[in-house]
């Protein structure tokens, strides 16, 4: 569906498949307005981005897009009509898995042929993109102790320290108000190990106040950590209060920077890429450009023998069985199905349902139902293989195109693709998100140029020239990997040149808050 797509240089409306009964406008179109395309007139106006009826549509009927369902009518709909969430509506249908029936033989590029970026190489043979000290916390109740020995790193103090890329705090706001074990405390101790163990980190301390439920024990036991040159833990009780625990906190990481400074990068291929895929204030145009771009340079990623994490179990409902027909065997595909029922079960539980998404933004972008934004989201996970599904901050061992369980809410599904090892955030964005996400460079891709133009200090790279400028998928998605490699590599990326990172990291929170 992604990089098949042959769209036209600003053609009036984008036709995805020949068999779907609405276009999307590519520009505002009148009322009145002939499409002659499409041999209809427009009944009403069309913003742009918003779908328009090609053809009668009977209350009931499927309506299609990418050859997909993306919902039902739900009054008669007559061609030219604007389709959208007054006549169109979500309810449940069969969809047909057929597990492994797209699966085909990844053509992977000869090692000596790879491409490189200069990286950090770690001694457990991770790659690292960027080389950071981290303080992170145990529990909400050390959040001020760890910023404000992160704050003593501010300013000139690392001048003497060029390798070392800053010394940051990452606070959240659960580890306690929840059972002593099971699922609440398994995924929150998941996502602390995860970052713990990042590469992006030449040094980690760890930060509790000492009588939490995430107890810094149960995590050590449980992951077999010891103190070491590169990660050294405290609580604030033991060491006789705030005050006392800063100038402690502050010693101790102060032993880390002359270790953290004597890291170099040099080169590797891009196996050692693993990318967060991620997509925030969609639009229409999401599932038009810039997604299936990505998904063409995720193609390329895996072809190089990297890693790709597509994530937000929410914003694949209903597109699941594209994934589930690239599943590399029925267990693969088995465990993304779970994870959809576990979603299905947890939002009934919380008296919600799945389509509570789209948010009000992306309607205003001319999205209209979960199903027609998971068509879009997927796209970004490209062609091949779909190798692994993993729970949410669970580390990635496979290579290629894997899925993590997670929130469609980006800090918080972020929060776990970085602990499951991502070393890049391509994040994709037609209303204009600004986001990024220390230690790990987040890459922005805008979906559409007016907002391009009008957030070009947030925005790395602009997909609305495959629409405007008829720039095939391809091209685009090789020019966004040649980025991810110049990123990873040092280059800022404008959300680290903005100073963003500090304050996304959101462990999800499962289960009940006591």
């Known amino acids: 569906m992604s990089s098949e797509l042959i769209i036209p240089r600003a053609p009036q409306v984008v036709r995805l498949h020949k068999n779907d009964n609405v276009v999307v406008a590519r520009l505002p179109l009148a009322e009145q307005t002939n499409v002659a395309s499409e041999h209809m007139v427009c009944r009403q106006a069309i913003a742009a981005g918003h779908k328009v009826a090609t053809?009668?549509?009977?209350?009931?009927?499927?309506?299609?897009?990418?050859?997909?369902?993306?919902?039902?009518?739900?009054?008669?709909?007559?061609?030219?009509d604007h389709v959208h969430t007054h006549n169109c509506a979500m309810k449940s249908f069969q969809r047909d898995y057929a597990v492994a029936s797209d699966c085909q033989d990844t053509e992977f590029f000869p090692v000596d042929q790879r491409a490189t970026f200069q990286g950090y190489v770690r001694s457990d043979g991770k790659v690292g993109t960027r080389n950071y000290i981290g303080v992170l916390t145990t529990v909400n109740c050390s959040a001020t102790v760890a910023r404000k020995i992160a704050d003593s790193f501010q300013g000139e103090v690392l001048k003497d320290f060029p390798q070392v890329d800053g010394v940051v705090a990452l606070v959240h706001n659960t580890g306690c108000g929840m059972a002593s074990d099971g699922e609440g405390l398994d995924t929150l101790q998941r996502t602390l190990f995860g970052y713990l163990n990042h590469p992006n980190f030449a040094g980690v301390l760890l930060v509790?106040?000492?009588?939490?439920?995430?107890?810094?024990?149960?995590?050590?036991?449980?992951?077999?950590?010891?103190?070491?040159?590169?990660?050294?833990?405290?609580?604030?009780?033991?060491?006789?209060?705030?005050?006392?625990?800063?100038?402690?906190?502050?010693?101790?990481?102060q032993t880390m920077l002359e270790r953290a400074n004597q890291a170099q990068r040099q080169t590797v291929d891009a196996s050692h890429l693993c990318v967060a895929l991620q997509c925030g204030g969609s639009d229409a145009y999401s599932g038009i450009t810039a997604n299936p771009a990505l998904g063409a340079a995720v193609d390329l990623v895996v072809r190089h023998g990297g890693t790709a994490i597509l994530a937000e179990t929410p914003e694949i409902y209903g597109a699941e069985h594209l994934l589930t027909r690239r599943a590399v065997s029925t267990e693969v595909a088995d465990k993304l199905i779970e994870r959809i029922r576990w979603w299905e079960n947890y939002t009934e539980r919380n008296h919600g349902n799945m389509d509570n998404n789209p948010s009000p933004g992306n309607k205003a972008g001319g999205l209209t139902t979960i199903l027609e934004k998971s068509l879009g989201s997927a796209a970004k996970g490209g062609t091949t293989n779909l190798t692994a599904v993993y729970k949410y901050a669970e580390q990635v061992t496979e290579k290629g195109f894997v899925f993590m369980d997670s929130p469609g809410y980006d800090p918080a599904s972020v929060t776990g693709e970085v602990a499951s090892g991502a070393n890049l955030v391509c994040f994709t964005t037609g209303r204009g998100s600004v986001f990024g996400f220390k230690p790990v460079p987040s890459?922005?891709?805008?979906?559409?140029?007016?907002?391009?133009?009008?957030?070009?200090?947030?925005?790395?790279?602009?997909?609305?020239?495959i629409l405007d400028q008829g720039v095939s998928l391809q091209d685009m998605g090789e020019q966004i990997f040649q980025y991810f490699l110049d990123v990873a590599s040092g280059q800022p990326s404008k959300s680290e040149a903005l100073g963003f990172g500090d304050n996304e990291f959101t462990p999800w929170v499962v289960g009940a808050v006591m």
């Open 55 to 80: 053809r009668d549509i009977l209350s009931g009927s499927e309506i299609r897009k990418y050859n997909q369902i993306i919902g039902f009518a739900s009054e008669d709909i007559s061609a030219g």
């Open 443 to 465: 890459i922005k891709l805008a979906t559409n140029t007016a907002m391009f133009e009008r957030m070009n200090e947030d925005m790395d790279l602009n997909c609305g020239v």
């Open 208 to 253: 509790g106040l000492g009588c939490e439920s995430s107890q810094i024990s149960y995590l050590n036991q449980r992951y077999q950590l010891d103190e070491s040159d590169a990660f050294q833990f405290m609580t604030i009780q033991q060491y006789g209060g705030t005050r006392r625990s800063i100038d402690e906190g502050v010693k101790r990481i």
